[in-house]
């Protein structure tokens, strides 16, 4: 296994800066003490894209990519892939996101489907990389990946030098690794608190056991964050600096979804949870709220063809405008 680092992480803001965008702050008048990291903003719709790119562009000189994805990694490597003219090859699990499976086919990647949860899905985009050559990017469990999701910690601690706590969704454990590492490297005095599905805790259950614990496969409306295992990379990141994982009910997502579109905030249910778990659990002072993605439906309805590859959508390239 190799680790994430400090340097790792500092290497990754430079590698993907104008790649990715620096997602602003948000406040909204109904969430007092709260402020939003926009990564819904981000290219590609996700946070996702800050692991892919620094993931993708170290490798350098990449012709062929693979990668198993629940739908906003994936959306994150196609959309790179496409810039760099590599072929992209994307491995779905049972139940994934029909509409993400169907925009990623409309930028051109090739969609598989495994018969299974994230465990399997893995399992088969890793067999498809040995067996074509393909670069493998894990959606959570690689330590590029994880230093790209730790510049989102990078700026909004620079952003929120008072914030007391940073509430962060957590599936594969990737994005919570990372603002862990971040925290770590600025030797950062916040609390950080992973928040998790109340039907698939896994990160609650291995840190309870002190050991990788995985679980079947958890049913919600939070599909980014159906993940079986803490992954090799992030679980000892995160065993050595997060503060409290909490878990949050599908009802308690569906509030705090309604709360972020009642303000203009065009959230998927991933992207409500971090919410949810601050609203549910509370804080002190002033708390930061990663609001890691924003691919409903209606955004990804609107995708170009592969025949135009000059005409990437918003959703997948510039930032969301938002009314606050």
Known sequence: MIAATAPDLRAAADQIAGRVLRTPLLSVPSLPGILLKAE???RGGSFKARGAANAILSAGGVRAIVAGSSGNHGLAVATLGRRL???VTVVMARGA??????ALTRLGARVLRADGGVAERDRLAREHAERTGALLVPSADHELVVAGAGTVGLELFADAPDAGTVFVPTGGGGLLAGVCLAAETLSWPVRVVGVE???GRRYARSLAAGRPVRIPPPATIADGLRGQCPGEVPFPIIRRRV????GVTDE???????????NGIDAEPSGAVALAGALDHGFRGRAVVIVSGGNTPAALDHH???ADPALDHPALDEPRKETS
């Open 304 to 306: 170009p063809a592969p």
């Open 197 to 199: 599905p109340a039907a």
């Open 252 to 262: 308690a997502v569906r509030h705090a979804l309604d709360l972020l579109r009642r």
């Open 85 to 87: 003219g590599a072929a």
């Open 97 to 102: 996101d029909a509409a993400k499976a169907a």
């Open 243 to 246: 503060d409290a994982m909490v």
């Open 40 to 42: 819904h903003r981000q």
